[in-house]
């Protein structure tokens, strides 16, 4: 079985960084995929679904491929949080989550289109937020980070500094579980070493 081309049907420029640095090159194909018509209220479900269907949209465009999908939110006391709509809703959000704790949940679905398998999978890392002040947040979301990441925040950023601590995958907060799709490219029949671009 050769190596197929990996497709990441994402714009997210953090996910296509993340595989960058551990040395796959991925064809990027947004999905455009309009997450308004899921409406799901528990968050592996969430993830999982929006992750599938923006592989699945994108997989029509490909004959031979691995198309992965990914979707990420934050479940804080029982809330889900996506990205933030504006900066008002940012601070708000940040004055919640300031000294609490929430769980980051990253869907994952890989289409194998020559095998017609796929695999969708969750990865959930508890984030523990540092108790910062109005003025931190206020100025933080004025950077306009915030508003781009699901969580409201960015950990490989100024987000980085108002984490206290994580338990489980760091890449998955960042959008994308290396680890996790390591496996599932196992479950495929295929090795991650085989994905890396030589030189890297």
Known sequence: MGTPTLVLASASPARRRLLQNAGIEPVVCQSNFDESQVQINEPMALVETLARCKAETVASQFSEALILGCDSVLSVEGEIYGKPANQAEAISRWQTIRGNVGLLYTGHAL???SQGKTIVRCGVTRVYFAKV?????????ATGEPLKCAGCFALEYRGGFFVEKLEGCHSNVIGLSLPLLRQILGELGYEVIDFWQSGV
Do not use: K, M, Q
């Not at 002040?133 to 979301?141: A, E, G, L, P």
């Open 111 to 113: 289409i194998d289109l």
């Open 133 to 141: 002040s109005d003025r931190t947040i206020r100025t933080y979301v």
